[in-house]
């Protein structure tokens, strides 16, 4: 496929199929004398490993570069887990919520490099560390998100309750207090230097941590008119610096651009861009069944920053990856089975299509695949 040049930052594609993390899942799970489907629920990744949520309780954790998995139980639970959230600070500190409210949280010690002499190791490898927050959350989790040190994380639920949870590595211990009650479910939250921006079906709001207690601020001046699962998130840029953005998903393919007070600064129309998408993705097994324009153009919901610049969203049918700068969506995938979940690590989106199919879309291949080169080549004319 040719692209555009107004197009070509924002590109993606489908380079080569995730079978071989598939592979290492069971479809089935022995429980007692019991055996239960198993299916994938969520997803997140980094770069040096993929965290995928399953209907059992458990988290599969993938390490990319060695290609093997390993299983974190969450404690007494087989509950279904309805997020899973990774933070890679001076350990691997993954948040795993549940549907019966319950939030699991697993410290993954890091590898020694090879070049570090072994008299500078200890004489005891670290093991997986677990701390449950139970008993906060009366319903299903459905957002989750870390502090950039891994010492904060903030969990929310269907009935709109935020719980901090403030974690101490040293000595072993958590706590964790409700900071604020939306009373309708939590959508999406992002965190930046003391401040975290909250979307539920009913609002935006920023909550500002500020002399001990948490401020709130409510994102423009009027509620939604209708309860709708719309995310915001917070966008920066280290080359630029400056104070980040606060882009907030409103119905009708719009966005809201605020600062970090919750001034409304622009609002941003995406429906005309989303009718003419600059590229549309290229999937390896695409779903044999079209969407409507209808189903194409009707709301945006979570949004990731994905290649720094760039803003992706998704309704249950159709991924987009938008350009707020220039108003275009750059790239329409809309050929996926029905999303579950979705994960933006850098440069590199990954959706959960379905109980059993993974897919990785990004400008090129792993660089595993490209190594080895398993990746499939593009169509040519």
């Given amino acids: 496929?040719?692209?555009?040049?107004?197009?070509?930052?924002?590109?993606?594609?489908?380079?080569?199929?995730?079978?071989?993390?598939?592979n290492l899942i069971p479809p089935r799970i022995q429980t007692g004398i019991f055996s239960n489907e198993l299916y994938l629920t969520c997803v997140d990744a980094v770069s040096e490993y993929i965290a995928l949520g399953t209907n059992v309780g458990l988290v599969y954790w993938y390490d990319r570069k060695k290609g093997n998995i390993q299983r974190l139980r969450c404690e007494a639970s087989t509950s279904s887990i309805t997020y899973v959230k990774i933070v890679n600070?001076?350990?691997?500190?993954?948040?795993?919520?549940?549907?019966?409210?319950?939030?699991?949280?697993?410290?993954?010690?890091?590898?020694?490099?090879?070049?570090?002499?072994?008299?500078?190791?200890?004489?005891?490898?670290?093991?997986v560390e677990r701390y449950t927050i139970g008993d906060l959350h009366k319903s299903k989790i459905t957002a989750i998100e870390w502090s950039k040190n891994g010492m904060r994380l903030f969990s929310g639920d269907k009935n709109g309750v935020i719980i901090m949870t403030e974690i101490d590595f040293y000595m072993h211990l958590c706590k964790s207090m409700e900071i604020v009650n939306e009373e309708?479910?939590?959508?999406?939250?992002?965190?930046?230097?003391?401040?975290?921006?909250?979307?539920?079906?009913y609002r935006s709001i920023i909550c500002e941590r500020r002399d001990a207690r948490w401020h709130v601020s409510q994102l423009g001046k009027k509620e939604r008119k209708s309860l709708c699962a719309l995310g915001a998130v917070f966008q920066y840029s280290y080359a630029r610096g400056g104070p980040p953005a606060a882009y907030c998903a409103r119905p009708g393919l719009r966005l809201w651009r605020?600062?970090?007070?919750?001034?409304?600064?622009q609002t941003l129309l995406f429906k005309e861009a989303i009718s003419n998408p600059l590229t549309i993705a290229e999937l390896l097994n695409p779903s044999q069944q079209k969407h409507s324009q209808t189903q194409r153009e009707y709301n945006l919901g979570p949004l990731y920053v994905f290649r720094e610049?760039?803003?992706?969203?998704?309704?249950?049918?159709?991924?987009?990856?938008?350009?707020?700068?220039?108003?275009?969506?750059?790239?329409?995938?809309?050929?996926?089975?029905?999303i579950l979940s979705v994960s933006v690590n850098k440069d590199e989106i990954f959706v959960l299509e379905g109980p059993r199919s993974l897919v990785r879309l990004a400008h090129a291949p792993e660089p595993a695949a490209l190594a080895t080169g398993l990746f499939a080549k593009p169509n040519t004319p």
């Fill in 184 to 201: 309708h479910e939590i959508v999406q939250m992002s965190y930046y230097q003391n401040c975290l921006l909250v979307s539920s079906l």
């Fill in 309 to 338: 610049h760039f803003l992706v969203s998704h309704n249950e049918n159709v991924l987009y990856i938008l350009d707020p700068r220039s108003l275009t969506a750059v790239a329409v995938v809309d050929e996926l089975r029905r």
């Fill in 89 to 127: 600070t001076v350990d691997y500190m993954v948040g795993a919520g549940n549907a019966a409210g319950q939030v699991t949280v697993f410290q993954i010690p890091k590898e020694h490099p090879e070049n570090v002499p072994d008299a500078f190791k200890p004489k005891v490898e670290r093991k």
């Fill in 258 to 265: 605020a600062d970090t007070q919750g001034n409304v600064l």
């Fill in 1 to 22: 496929m040719e692209v555009s040049g107004g197009a070509e930052e924002g590109f993606v594609r489908e380079w080569a199929p995730c079978s071989h993390i598939l």
